[in-house]
Structure formats: C-alpha cells, structure tokens
C-alpha cells in the first residue's frame, strides 16, 4: 500500500522548515566565552545550605528578592513542623496497630489466608485504605474550614466504596472455593 502523498508532502515541508530554522540559529559559543573552568564551584551540600537560609529568609530580606528564582514560602510551609510532629505520633503506634489488624484478619479468614488470590485481594485493599488513610490524615492536618469538610465527605465516600468492593471481591473468593472442584478426566485407552 502507498503512503498518501500528502504525508510525504507534509514531511518534506516540516524537514525544510527544520533545515531553515537551523541556518538562523546562533552559531555555538566559542570557547572564549564559556564560563571559566578554573573558578571553583561550591560544594554540593554547601550550595544546599546557602539556599535553603535563603528560603527560610523569605523574599523580602534577599537582596534580589524580586529577580530571585526561588519559590516564595508557600503557607503550607508553616505547618510543616505541627504535621510532622503528628505523623511521628502515627508511626509511633504503628506495630500495636499492626497487630491488631493482623488478629483481626486470623479470626475473620482463618485457613484461607494461604490463597494466593485472597492474599492479592488483601494486598490490594491495604494498599487503598492506607491511600484513603494517608489523605484523611492530609485533610484533617494540613486544611480547615469547607474545604476540609468537602474532603473528609469525599473520603468516607470512598472508604464505603473500597468496603463494599472488598466485601463482595471476598464474598466471591470464599464462593469459588467451597464450590468442588471438577474430577480430574480419566486419560488413556485402558478398560477397568
């Protein structure tokens, strides 16, 4: 089959227009005018730190405060600390959480913790509600007012959502394997 011969057409117009741009083009700098190889640059970590007591100068006490490349302090900055304190205080019950869940799980599925399609559906719901547990704590910390009521409704939305889903994804998984499995079909010509 032949390519349509606008496509070629189209092709050579946008190859000419590249061909065209490229002779207007500024020729390379020369090495006169690179930027001196023998001018020691600053450490890493030094350039992180004179940045950073920059930013925490705010815009302005920096002498190029209106040509300075740096974002201003969002208003979140000044949560920062508070939220951190707070999700030290989550990490720091983690294990008896854990542990709670995991007997929890023990009691409600016993034996068929073992299936490798129970343990993927397992997986697959803590990851979501840890997500969902991450945001409502996001919302609960870092927003006020309407905004966070209108967040906090649409993640308990969710929640019910990914619980219903779970459910039923178990309902299903329990189903298959009360249900027997089919005998196995007798192979070969032999006769009883």
């Known amino acids: 089959m032949k390519p349509p011969r606008w496509l070629a057409s189209a092709a050579l117009v946008t190859l000419g227009f590249g061909a065209a741009r490229a002779l207007r083009a500024e020729p390379p700098p020369s090495a006169s005018s690179a930027p001196q190889a023998s ?24 002498p ?28 720091a019950n983690r ?12 009691r409600e599925l016993g034996g068929r913790l073992q299936d490798p399609r129970v343990r993927a559906e397992l997986a697959l719901h803590s990851q979501r509600v840890a997500e969902l547990g991450r945001l409502e704590f996001l919302a609960n910390n870092a927003r006020a007012g309407e905004q966070r009521d209108k967040l906090l409704r649409r993640i308990e939305k969710l929640r019910a959502h990914e619980a219903a889903r779970h459910g039923r994804s178990l309902a299903k998984l329990e189903a298959a394997a009360e249900r027997p499995s089919p005998a196995p079909a007798v192979s070969g010509g032999a006769r009883p």
């Open 39 to 62: 001018t020691p640059r600053a450490q890493p970590s030094e350039r992180l730190r004179r940045r950073m007591e920059r930013l925490l100068e705010g815009p302005g006490l920096h």
């Open 95 to 106: 294990q008896a959480r854990r542990e709670k869940s995991r007997a929890a799980l023990m």
């Open 64 to 91: 190029s405060a209106l040509s300075s490349s740096l974002p201003a302090p969002s208003a979140s900055a000044a949560w920062l600390p508070e939220l951190s304190r707070r999700w030290s205080e989550v990490a």
